[in-house]
T-cell receptor
Framework: DTEVTQTPKHLVMGMTNKKSLKCEQH?????MYWYKQKAKKPPELMFV???????INESVPSRFSPECPNSSLLNLHLHALQPEDSALYLC?????????????FGEGSWLTVV | DQQVKQNSPSLSVQEGRISILNCDYT??????FLWYKKYPAEGPTFLIS?????DKNEDGRFTVFLNKSAKHLSLHIVPSQPGDSAVYFC??????????FGEGTQLTVNP
């Protein structure tokens, strides 16, 4: 089982809304990631959690707030987003951050900010 | 600064022939390289990887070649099948598991 599950698959939110994206994996992976992908562009790293602690924040605006409640779950809390934040948000996981571990991606959550 | 480059945005091949997807990188600190395949509306699916200490890795129809001196890697798919039609991303990793992706190449395999 190499499954990373993301919910919801599609989300439309207003600029004043608060919503969350959720990610779950049951592979025993201890590194989890959020990536953002705009149309016709490659995925860009946002955050990395290692053993439930935030290890990398790629200078992401504070309107995106990650949370790792336990080793299987990763959330991305969204508040006061802008229309340009509309994108595909990809969650990923790997055994840990050791080089050579495969990073597995979920199917993504399509976010539209109106 | 695009550290991983896929200069061909698209590639079209006939079913049964070889598909060769190319990738160049500029950062000599990259230690590990991966190829991902992506269908529309889905997340990237891992295909094959190669460590910087190797020059070739093969898995079924997929072979990745790494030329460190040229900072170039390529993915060979043979024989190509219509189901291989997708966007292929080359990605590179340094320590800390930062994946840097190329811009992707749209492969179309014609029946």
């Amino acid at each position: 089982d190499t499954e990373v599950t993301q919910t919801p698959k599609h989300l439309v939110m207003g600029m004043t809304n608060k919503k969350s994206l959720k990610c779950e994996q049951h592979m025993g992976h201890r590194a989890m990631y959020w990536y953002k992908q705009k149309a016709k562009k490659p995925p860009e790293l946002m955050f990395v959690y290692s053993y439930e602690k935030l290890s990398i924040n790629e200078s992401v605006p504070s309107r995106f707030s990650p949370e790792c409640p336990n080793s299987s779950l990763l959330n991305l809390h969204l508040h006061a987003l802008q229309p340009e934040d509309s994108a595909l948000y990809l969650c990923a996981s790997s055994q840990d951050q050791t080089l050579g571990n495969t990073i597995y991606f979920g199917e993504g959550s399509w976010l539209t900010v109106v | 600064d695009q550290q991983v480059k896929q200069n061909s945005p698209s590639l079209s091949v006939q079913e049964g022939r070889i598909s060769i997807l190319n990738c160049d990188y500029t950062n000599s600190m990259f230690d590990y390289f991966l190829w991902y395949k992506k269908y529309p509306a889905e997340g990237p699916t891992f295909l094959i990887s190669i460590s910087s200490i190797k020059d070739k890795n093969e898995d079924g129809r997929f072979t990745v070649f790494l030329n460190k001196s040229a900072k170039h890697l390529s993915l060979h798919i043979v024989p190509s099948q219509p189901g291989d039609s997708a966007v292929y991303f080359c990605a590179a990793i340094t320590s800390g598991s930062r994946l840097t992706f190329g811009e992707g190449t749209q492969l179309t395999v014609n029946p």
